[in-house]
């Protein structure tokens, strides 16, 4: 699966990388430059942090999941306990 980001979040991106090099390193990177850095670091380092992000997802699925007994249990065969309590309660 290729990451790629849409047009806005590569030109935000790319701005980013811009200014890091202006603020933080000794020498500019140009648009192109930092175009091309944003691409290898998506296609080199990209899979690793979507797939941490992945699983981190179905952990949390999962939790909740398990989760759903709990919140979501109903008690069987009621029907006649309640009756009974009616009638007891009669009494």
Known sequence: ?????????????IASIERYF??????RIGNIAAGALLGFFLEEIGPTIYN??????????QARVMELDIEI???EFQ???KFDR????RR
Not at 4 to 13: F, P, Q, S
Not at 22 to 27: P, S
Not at 86 to 89: A, D, F, H, M
């Open 79 to 81: 029907y006649w306990r």
């Open 22 to 27: 202006q603020e933080n390193m000794d020498e």
């Open 73 to 75: 249990h109903e008690d």
């Open 52 to 61: 941490q992000a992945v699983a981190d997802v179905q952990e949390r699925l």
């Open 86 to 89: 009616e009638v007891k309660g």
């Open 1 to 13: 699966m290729t990451i790629a980001l849409n047009k806005d979040a590569r030109k935000e991106a």
